[in-house]
T-cell receptor
């Protein structure tokens, strides 16, 4: 299995620009998560989807952030406009929401975002 | 609200020593899951173990072992005969079980483990 795929792996942009991060979950997984990792705040959950439906977006920092999951094999996290404080590593993870492997979340390699 | 505390920010030991990483959690739910993840210098997050709140049996996997004690709300991780390749940041995490599908993880701040040759 290819694992969780994220693109791009690195993104450098200027303040005010729109940024779109992409994620392909493991085939057959029905839950998808977006996390952010910073030195100051550690690993924090931004939003997650079960069966393509957003369940909890309380971790999304503000209205500049939005996430979509149009189908079971693709999700995006968009930041517009981006700000320097958004600089972080953004991880996508997926899991089965049922069964003996319940909630064993497998993470993608992350996208390192730098906003200048 | 749920919370995970890893009080040890950094631990440094010499190779072949045993080392224990502490994890204390808080939750109001009676059904929940505990996890450990490893983040090596390359940056990826590697799943190590998941335990549910109804299973307090200790688990051993090679040089790794986990001790889950509900009485003290702890889920500690021990590496026996540590090796340089064990050097990484280790995260403890918690999720509650909503019953409607998977749930997001609440992570501790992580413990940076340094194994010196």
């Amino acid at each position: 299995d290819a694992g969780v795929i994220q693109s791009p792996r690195h993104e450098v942009t200027e303040m005010g620009q729109e940024v779109t991060l992409r994620c392909k979950p493991i085939s057959g997984h029905n839950s998808l998560f977006w996390y952010r990792q910073t030195m100051m705040r550690g690993l924090e959950l931004l939003i997650y989807f079960n069966n393509n439906v957003p369940i909890d977006d309380s971790g999304m920092p503000e209205d500049r952030f939005s996430a979509k999951m149009p189908n079971a094999s693709f999700s995006t996290l968009k930041i517009q406009p981006s700000e320097p404080r958004d600089s972080a590593v953004y991880f996508c993870a997926s899991t089965l929401g049922r069964g003996s492997s319940y909630n064993e979340q497998f993470f993608g390699p992350g996208t390192r975002l730098t906003v200048l | 609200a749920q919370k995970v505390t890893q009080a040890q920010t950094e631990i440094s030991v010499v190779e072949k020593e045993d080392v224990t990483l502490d994890c204390v959690y808080e939750t109001r739910d009676t059904t929940y899951y505990l996890f450990w993840y490893k983040q090596p210098p390359s940056g990826e997050l590697v799943f190590l173990i998941r335990r549910n709140s109804f299973d307090e049996q200790n688990e051993i996997s090679g040089r790794y072992s986990w001790n889950f004690q509900k009485s003290t709300s702890s889920f500690n991780f021990t590496i026996t005969a540590s090796q340089v390749v064990d050097s990484a940041v280790y995260f403890c995490a918690l999720s509650e079980a909503s019953g409607g599908g998977a749930d997001g993880l609440t992570f501790g701040k992580g413990t940076h483990l340094i194994i010196q040759p």
